[in-house]
């Protein structure tokens, strides 16, 4: 299983999750020639695609969900509160799922987990494939053992860390925005993030970890793989991660062979 993340954070969130057998689109954030252009490049065409997943309403995971799947014929798959708020027309196909439930989506098993997060229904998943599995959770206030349970077997974690509580507080935002923010439904900072990390740990597995959805007024990628790689070597696991990211605004990031992340140069200048 190969998972590219194309973009992360509020300008836009798309990862493409692909094996030999079939591809699917988690969240669609990005204009539809930028999406299109960065399957092309990775050799995914939209035919191969077995679904469009959606993590919750927000417009920076939305953005060509629609679009993309009435085009090319490929089912929306979001639970029944996202899609409601999607307003999604009756000519495109949709498959309900439903957090706990797992799913079968050509090679691909889903499992959604509930998040904490000021949307209609929005969640994380568990995606299994080729015998690997991801787990991605962006845009959540708080985690809780579900989650934990959702990334038991992940090779690779796909964790939002958002801000740094520091750096929130001191920003440009109104104090509305800042308190919707560090509130329990709604981003994860980073120190809330390595903690996450070091409790996943706690199983002894070795694990890939991904940081996402930074914030651009208050993270960078130093500082939250700071705080995070702080977190883990206070709880003495960091050893259990065999490499930590912190995914770029725009800029294609690739796991897959030998469990090994790597950045490609997809965007046009
Ligand atoms: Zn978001
Ligand atoms: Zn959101």
Not at 23 to 35: T, W
Not at 241 to 266: C, D, F, H, M
């Amino acid at each position: 299983m190969r998972v590219a993340a194309f973009a992360s954070g509020s300008s836009g969130n798309v990862t493409l999750i692909s094996t030999p057998e079939g591809a699917l689109l988690y969240d669609a954030g990005l204009p539809q020639r930028a999406i299109l252009a960065q399957c092309v490049a990775l050799g995914v065409t939209m035919d191969q695609l077995h679904g469009i997943v959606v993590s919750h309403e927000h417009t920076d995971h939305i953005t060509s969900a629609v679009a993309l799947a009435k085009r090319y014929n490929i089912p929306l798959v979001a639970t029944a509160g996202t899609l409601q708020a999607l307003h999604v027309p009756d000519t495109v196909a949709t498959m309900v799922c439903c957090a706990g439930r797992a799913l079968q989506l050509g090679p691909f098993t889903l499992l959604p987990v509930r998040v904490s997060h000021d949307a209609r229904e929005p969640v994380g998943m568990s995606i299994r494939a080729a015998g690997s599995s991801v787990t991605i959770a962006t845009d959540l206030g708080d985690w809780d053992d579900a989650l934990l349970e959702a990334c038991s077997d992940a090779d690779l974690v796909v964790i939002e860390s958002n801000h740094e509580r520091e750096h929130l507080m001191q920003c440009g935002y109104s104090a509305s925005l800042k308190q919707r923010i560090a509130s329990r439904t709604g981003h994860l900072d980073n120190v809330q993030a390595g903690n996450f990390l070091a409790a996943l740990a706690a199983d002894g597995k070795t694990r890939t970890a991904w940081l996402a959805h930074l914030s651009q007024e208050a993270n960078t990628a130093a500082v939250a793989l700071r705080s995070v790689t702080a977190v883990l070597r206070y709880h003495q696991r960091e050893a259990l991660y065999r490499s930590i990211i912190a995914l770029p605004r725009q800029k294609t990031i690739v796991w897959g062979e030998a469990q090994r992340s790597v950045q490609l140069n997809l965007w046009a200048e």
